[in-house]
Nanobody, 122 residues
Framework: QVQLVESGGGLVQAGGSLRLSCVAS????????MGWFRQAPGKEREFVAR????????YYANSVKGRFTISADNGKNRVFLQMNSLIPEDTAVYYC???????????????WGRGTQVTVSS
């Protein structure tokens, strides 16, 4: 089992930035991909970005490409999501998740954090 804990959420004005962090513990050797997902009020949870622990492979949802950057610190079992040029539509609970393979499908992610709230005001 892998335990994931997110942090770094908060309230920010449109155009601002936030950096989310996710720390993994437990059987981290069983995972190769870390992903970020988000769920806005009244909407389904959606994929945001994913990264391999080596950092060599990244992939983004079109809605955040060019604004968000995912990175990983393998030695510290941490994954980050740098969010720039935030817009109100980015308001959501952001979740960190782990998978054994590169995918955007939620069902393939077996471990999830509890989420951190990001609110972008207009």
């Amino acid at each position: 089992q892998v335990q994931l804990v997110e942090s770094g959420g908060g309230l920010v004005q449109a155009g601002g930035s936030l950096r989310l962090s996710c720390v993994a513990s437990g059987r981290t050797f069983s995972t190769s991909i870390m992903g970020w997902f988000r769920q806005a009020p009244g909407k389904e949870r959606e994929f945001v970005a994913r990264i391999s622990w080596s950092g060599a492979s990244t992939y983004y949802a079109n809605s955040v490409k060019g604004r968000f950057t995912i990175s990983a610190d393998n030695g510290k079992n941490r994954v980050f999501l740098q969010m720039n040029s935030l817009i109100p539509e980015d308001t959501a609970v952001y979740y960190c998740a782990s998978s054994s393979g590169p995918t955007t499908i939620q069902g393939a992610y077996s471990n999830w954090g509890r989420g951190t709230q990001v609110t972008v005001s207009s």
